[in-house]
C-alpha cells in the first residue's frame, strides 16, 4: 500500500461519492469488515465491479483503509479517523437525514 501526502481538498475528494462514504461510514459503525459486508443497490455486479475498481483503491490510497483484495476484508487505514471525523459532516448518501 502506498501512502501519499494529499491536500485537504484531495483528501476531501477521496470521501466525495456516496460508495465511499458509505464504505468509511460503515467501517465506523463496525458494519464493515469485509467486501461482502456493503449494502449495495442495483446492479450488483456493477456496483461490486465500481468498489474494486475505483471507491476502494482511492480510499485505500488515502490511507482512511486497508483492503485485503484476496480475503475480501476491509478495516481501518492509518488515517481511518481523520475521514471517520467528517463521516457526519458529509451529506446523506441517500439524500435522508442523520438519526442522531
Same mark, same amino acid.
Given at each position: 500500500?502506498?501512502? +501519499?501526502?494529499? +491536500?485537504?481538498?484531495?483528501?476531501?475528494?477521496?470521501?466525495? +461519492?456516496?460508495?465511499?462514504?458509505?464504505?468509511?461510514?460503515?467501517?465506523?459503525? /463496525?458494519?464493515?469488515?469485509?467486501? *461482502?459486508?456493503?449494502?449495495?443497490?442495483?446492479?450488483?455486479?456493477?456496483?461490486?465491479?465500481?468498489?474494486?475498481?475505483?471507491?476502494?483503491?482511492?480510499?485505500?490510497?488515502? /490511507?482512511?483503509?486497508?483492503?485485503?483484495?484476496?480475503?475480501? +476484508?476491509?478495516? $481501518?487505514?492509518?488515517?481511518?479517523?481523520? *475521514?471517520?471525523?467528517?463521516?457526519?459532516?458529509? $451529506?446523506? $448518501?441517500?439524500?435522508?437525514?442523520?438519526?442522531?
Amino acid at each position: 500500500m502506498s501512502l +501519499t501526502h494529499h +491536500t485537504p481538498s484531495e483528501r476531501k475528494a477521496a470521501v466525495a +461519492t456516496p460508495g465511499r462514504r458509505r464504505v468509511i461510514a460503515g467501517i465506523a459503525d /463496525g458494519a464493515v469488515e469485509t467486501v *461482502a459486508d456493503l449494502q449495495v443497490r442495483g446492479r450488483v455486479d456493477e456496483i461490486a465491479a465500481e468498489l474494486r475498481e475505483s471507491h476502494l483503491p482511492a480510499l485505500e490510497e488515502a /490511507g482512511y483503509i486497508e483492503w485485503n483484495r484476496e480475503e475480501g +476484508t476491509i478495516e $481501518p487505514g492509518p488515517k481511518f479517523d481523520e *475521514a471517520a471525523a467528517h463521516v457526519a459532516d458529509l $451529506p446523506d $448518501p441517500d439524500g435522508e437525514l442523520a438519526d442522531d
